[in-house]
DNA sequence: CCGATCATCATTATTGATAATTCATGGAGA
DNA sequence: TCTCCATGAATTATCAATAATGATGATCGG
């Protein structure tokens, strides 16, 4: 978006410029945002109530954006909405836990397929500089700003491979397994072996050979939750 | 102020907007479904745009409403909303078809495992009932009622494995590989060879054996598009 | 003639107020 | 005591109107 400002502002474009928008008009999506990380953080319980004007008083709006970002929830998974009588924290549960990474899985290794003919050396230093980002937030220990983190480097390179309808899919899964992963924390791992994963991912796309690749990522996406098997059970149509 | 409304109304109504046009009752919903139709039958072409207030004019309701609709098709996929630009029917592309079949058929096969142990004699007598239903559709050639009857078909069988997180996910991937079936018919099968099919799963779930049952929803699920073959033609997480 | 600046317009985003729906509670009657 | 119905509170759903935003084309200075 800043350079597109550049553009219509060729004259001076004071640096100051980028800090005077604040939200202003974006309130929709500030009270989805963080409804979505009290969700994911385990803040809200499931079953918790989420009354619209309530939250609308206590953000500062009006009913209109926050009755989006409910909206928005439910599309996540992350709340459920039933007719007139209230919107509710969803529940989890592991067996959906591990379908989801089985289908992550399917996903990223078959994007990542699609995507590595098409790889830029500018792309791959854009991944290195998220990892890098990634680490630095494990060091701080910010669980949540790290699963963020850790879906735009996967998004990053999923969008490489022009699936555009699945992306929302494929959010749904990062959130839902993300929520599970963090409000359940049997035998995680930390955040640093999680981050040394990511390169091994990068060294594989560096190197380009497609079984390299295809097997590093498995190994990531599959360790983020303790029963997903590597092997994906009996899923696709591959006989 | 009627004349600001109508100022803001473009003369030239596009020839399907009569009908979105809906009865009475639930507008929110309505209208959603209305326009869900419109698109998975491909009268509303891809880029085409939707403006709130004009649904809104024509639906005969307000414009949280059709807000609401639009919000939920972009979930769906079926349209795109870009910022304060506007709202506009998604494209979609084949390759993106093939791998949502693919993701499809990686579900219901798991969902079949998972329900297969917890099968009543009712529930089988419920699918006969929709199959029969099906065919009945058929045979009155109405495209977007089978696909309905489909959908129902088949989310009765996986709603019995109870995994409820990912159905979303599996109503996104009908709706658009359906809304791909539809628009670019190629080489279709007939709709009464689609009931067919159903009928080999049933018979499958009446045998109890694992293996059939997974072959049979296989077929059916990769016979909806031609690109996608059972083997899983660059397909499955297995190489 | 070309590019930057500005006004205009279509459109979405938000607001405050009102209607519709559901659920629980309490009281009347058998 | 138990059942059933009215009633009220709580909540979502809808509406009409206003504000904010981004694109488009006109205007003005080089």
Do not use: N
């Not at 008009?25 to 009290?38: N, T």
């Not at 290195?128 to 990634?134: D, G, N, S, V």
């Not at 397994?177 to 035998?187: D, G, K, L, S, V």
């Amino acid at each position: 978006m800043a350079s597109r400002v550049a553009a219509t502002v060729p004259a001076a474009s004071p640096p100051w410029l980028a800090e005077v928008r604040l939200p202003q008009g974006a309130k929709g999506s500030a009270v989805y945002g963080q409804l979505r990380r009290l969700i994911v953080l385990g803040r809200l319980p499931a079953g918790e109530p989420l009354v619209e004007l309530q939250l609308a008083a206590a953000v500062g709006c009006s009913q209109g954006p926050v009755r989006e970002a409910l909206f928005r929830l439910q599309e996540d998974g992350l709340v459920q909405r039933a007719g007139y009588r209230g919107t509710f924290v969803s529940r989890t549960s592991s067996a959906e836990a591990e379908e989801l990474v089985a289908l992550r899985c399917r996903i990223e290794v078959q994007a990542a397929r699609r995507a590595l003919p098409s790889l830029t050396p500018s792309l791959l230093e854009d991944l290195a500089t998220q990892i890098e980002r990634m680490e630095e937030l494990a060091r701080h220990e910010d669980l949540y700003a790290m699963t963020e983190a850790d879906r735009t480097f996967h998004l990053t390179l999923f969008r490489e491979a022009g699936l555009p309808a699945l992306e929302p899919i494929l959010e749904r899964c990062f959130l839902l397994i993300h929520r599970h992963a963090i409000t359940r924390p049997e035998r995680r791992r930390t955040p640093m072996e999680a981050a040394s994963r990511h390169r091994s991912i990068l060294a594989a796309l560096r190197g380009g050979e497609e079984e390299a690749v295809m097997e590093s990522l498995r190994l990531h996406i599959c360790s983020v939750i303790d029963g997903a098997s590597p092997l994906g059970a009996g899923g696709g149509p591959a006989a």
